[in-house]
């Protein structure tokens, strides 16, 4: 059982940068691919980024390229969501995921294992 709690969300103007956290709980972290979700109000979760478990490759939604950044640090158990010039429409709820084997953009998320209970960020305008 992996137990994931996200913090770091909150309130920015637009143009900020926020870093968002998740800490997972297990022996096995390094070996889980990680991923962030987010969730606007209205509108159905998608998929913003992952890291793969053995060897750290990323994957981004083209709507966060070149402005988020997925990282994980084994030895803590946490992965990090960097996210830099932030817009008023990344404001959701971001979402936590892992899962043992992996987490692709067009993978299903009912196929994904493990999720947190969210963080709210809001991006002023």
């Known amino acids: 059982q992996v137990q994931l709690v996200e913090s770091g969300g909150g309130l920015v103007q637009a143009g900020g940068s926020l870093r968002l956290s998740c800490a997972a709980s297990?022996?096995?972290?390094?070996?889980?691919?990680m991923g962030w979700f987010r969730q606007a109000p209205g509108k159905e979760r998608e998929f913003v980024c992952a890291?793969?478990?053995?060897?750290?490759?990323?994957y981004y939604a083209d709507s966060v390229k070149g402005r988020f950044t997925i990282s994980r640090d084994n030895a803590k158990n946490t992965v990090y969501l960097q996210m830099n010039s932030l817009k008023p429409e990344d404001t959701a709820v971001y979402y936590c995921a892992a899962d043992p084997l992996i987490i692709t953009p067009t993978q299903a998320m009912s196929l994904i294992d493990y999720w947190g209970q969210g963080t709210q960020v809001t991006v002023s305008s």
């Open positions: 297990g022996r096995t972290f390094s070996t889980y691919a």
């Open positions: 890291i793969s478990g053995r060897t750290s490759s990323t």
